[in-house]
T-cell receptor, first 116, second 114 residues
């Protein structure tokens, strides 16, 4: 069975500071990894994804994440936080579970606050 | 107009009542999904459908049923609602490619079961 762990349910950063949101996963097969963002009172929106190829992936709004197989991590970063980045962020993993099926698991989310 | 719409946006119902949540999409995607979101638990997959004739149970399907009426419509039913089904429900769609890849979410339906 696969799982996703997001370290820290709440993270606060100052405007202009580095944003680092942590995601670790477990999967017995090669995973596909995603970060979604949820702004207040809205649905989720894809930030970025890793499927194959380059392990450093860039997404929207200046975010990027690096797939590190040896560390089973897919941490999300942004060099300089903006007030508009305040939202909840979800890491998700999907992997082939056999018999033509895929399993999808979301992390519990990290709420990012940006302090002026 | 929004690509993925959900109706109703808010609903209050009583224990034991049957309720249907509807999802429509104009993205032309074959794949559709239903999730529930609970504070501190993230999103959990209830059901998913990869085409009109395909329905699959997700992580937490007990107490729920679905109907894929057309490519554009995917409904979620609670046959006999109970209070622990109080949650925020999201519908999502995705195009061909990896299953679950790049999902587009609706705005959500907030359900309260009394």
């Amino acid at each position: 069975a696969q799982s996703v762990t997001q370290l820290g349910s709440h993270v606060s950063v100052s405007e202009g500071a580095l944003v680092l949101l942590r995601c670790n996963y477990s999967s017995s097969v090669p995973p596909y990894l995603f970060w979604y963002v949820q702004y207040p009172n809205q649905g989720l929106q894809l930030l970025l994804k890793y499927t194959t190829g380059a392990t450093l992936v860039k997404g929207i709004n200046g975010f990027e994440a690096e797939f590190k197989k040896s560390e089973t991590s897919f941490h999300l970063t942004k060099p300089s936080a903006h007030m508009s980045d305040a939202a909840e962020y979800f890491c998700a993993v999907t992997a082939y579970s056999g018999a033509g099926s895929y399993q999808l698991t979301f992390g519990k989310g990290t709420k990012l606050s940006v302090i002026p | 107009d929004a690509d993925v719409t959900q109706t109703p946006r808010n609903r209050i119902t009583k224990t034991g009542k049957r309720i249907m949540l509807e999802c429509s999409q104009t993205k032309g995607h074959d794949r559709m999904y239903w999730y529930r979101q609970d504070p501190g638990l993230g999103l959990r997959l209830i059901y998913y459908s990869f085409d009109v004739k395909d329905i699959n149970k997700g992580e937490i399907s007990d107490g729920y049923s679905v109907s894929r009426q057309a490519q554009a419509k995917f409904s979620l039913s609670l046959e006999s609602a109970i209070p622990n089904q109080t949650a925020l429900y999201f519908c999502a769609t995705s195009d061909a490619g990896l299953p679950f890849e790049t999902q587009y979410f609706g705005p959500g339906t907030r359900l309260l079961v009394l």
